[in-house]
């Protein structure tokens, strides 16, 4: 088998690797690389940056105002854009929303809402998960009543990341308890700034502030601003997680996570002991199984097509592989991970210099990446969508 690009692919990533290196904002790579968290305004200015070149939309088909791409070209950006230690582009507007708006919105929603998150002047956030309604997706409770020519919001979203930053959420709400509990759900967007918005933050394991908890009450949302018809969120639900749940491959982010890996080995001797190199390999054979599987996934999706559930497949292998490249990269720093860090972008991180280069974006990696088989849908319930959709069993 020839997984090589063709010569028409390489010129391609010449270009991409140009871009990154000599246009893209050196300030935020140097930012990320310090285990910093980047600002509102980071997000935005990568985006731009991208948006310029007309390169933001990647998986958007050109009918839409994306690039079009082939599904190599789209590979081969994702990987550049990793391998250059640039900022991923905020999933919620761009790999999430945006493809239910430009497929089930209307022409004038699309016109209203499709150019802010080309552009990146507006940023979304998600709210679907409920205290008591995360893996099971389907009990929320979250409601809407229908009120005249608007809906009344009211319940609590929980894990809602970045929801401090958006000017914009796309909810999953109750409008209806008389049928299963699949159906009776509406898709809404919500500007930020509506009355009887609270939006609380949650502080996570490595001290960052990137979740939120969002309160509405009696929050009053215009009928305008809902996708498709009333009831059938359901629908336009699982349309999104297919997109969500292929995003987080994140193939040459993990390469360079285990180079980085091996270097600190190295320095440190490990790679004389079989445990530890035993393991290093296994991890990267493991990856390059995950790189096929995306290119797999990739090549099967026909442009601004939704993954499928096949998606689940893709989200288990990447969350589960990043937990164990993170949890190796702190077996390969070893003491230097002892200290407690109160936030990596405090400066007990990045101004302590008896650390060693990574130290700080290791530890960060490691406490972040616990949460990654639990958001998108658990891997216990990807599994049972294997099961009972792919396998039918």
């Known amino acids: 088998m020839d997984f090589s690009f063709s010569d028409k692919d390489e010129e391609f990533r010449m270009k991409v690797r140009d871009f990154f290196e000599n246009e893209y904002p050196r300030d935020i790579v140097e930012k990320i690389a310090s285990g910093a968290s980047p600002s509102k305004e980071d997000y935005q200015r990568s985006e731009r940056a991208m948006a310029a070149k007309g390169w933001l939309a990647v998986n958007w088909p050109k009918s839409a105002g994306g690039t079009g791409w082939t599904a190599n070209e789209k590979y081969i950006f994702d990987e550049e854009l990793e391998r250059a230690g640039a900022l991923n582009v905020v999933p919620m507007g761009l790999l999430y929303v945006g493809p239910v708006i430009y497929t089930f919105g209307t022409e004038e929603q699309k016109k209203r809402w499709l150019p802010g998150i080309l552009d990146s002047t507006t940023f979304w956030a998600q709210g679907y998960s409920e205290p008591g309604s995360g893996s099971d997706l389907a009990s929320l409770q979250c409601s809407a009543v229908s009120n005249g020519d608007d809906y009344v919001v009211n319940g609590t979203k929980i894990w ?111 790679l004389d002991d079989p445990v530890f190199a035993e393991k290093l390999a296994s991890l990267e054979a493991r990856l390059d199984a995950l790189e096929i599987t995306v290119l797999r996934t990739l090549s099967s999706v026909a442009e601004g097509g939704a993954p499928g559930n096949e998606s689940s497949i893709l989200k288990i292998i990447a969350t589960e592989l990043a937990q164990d490249i993170a949890e190796l990269g702190m077996e390969a720093f070893g003491p230097y991970m002892l200290p407690a860090f109160p936030d990596s972008v405090a400066p007990a991180w990045t101004g302590n210099t008896a650390l060693p280069a990574g130290a700080a974006p290791a530890v960060a990696a490691y406490l972040g990446a616990r949460a990654q088989s639990i958001y998108g849908g658990s891997n216990e319930i990807q599994k049972n969508i294997i099961a009972k959709r792919i396998l039918e069993l």
């Not at 009887?196 to 969002?214: E, M, Q, R, W, Y």
């Not at 929050?219 to 349309?239: C, L, Q, S």
């Open 160 to 270: 809602t990341s970045l929801g401090q930053h958006a000017d914009w959420i796309f909810c999953l709400l109750r409008t209806s308890h008389e049928e299963k509990k699949q159906e009776g759900i509406t898709f809404l967007l919500i500007d930020m700034e509506s009355p009887g918005i609270t939006a609380n933050p949650i502080i996570t394991i490595d001290g960052k502030h990137s979740l939120n908890s969002v309160i509405f009450e009696d929050v009053r949302v215009p009928k305008e601003n809902r996708i498709g018809e009333e009831g059938k969120g359901w629908t336009y639900a699982n349309y999104l997680l297919g997109h969500e749940r292929t995003s987080y491959a994140h193939v040459a982010g993990k390469r360079k996570q285990l180079a980085n890996t091996r270097a600190v080995a190295k320095e440190r001797g490990l």
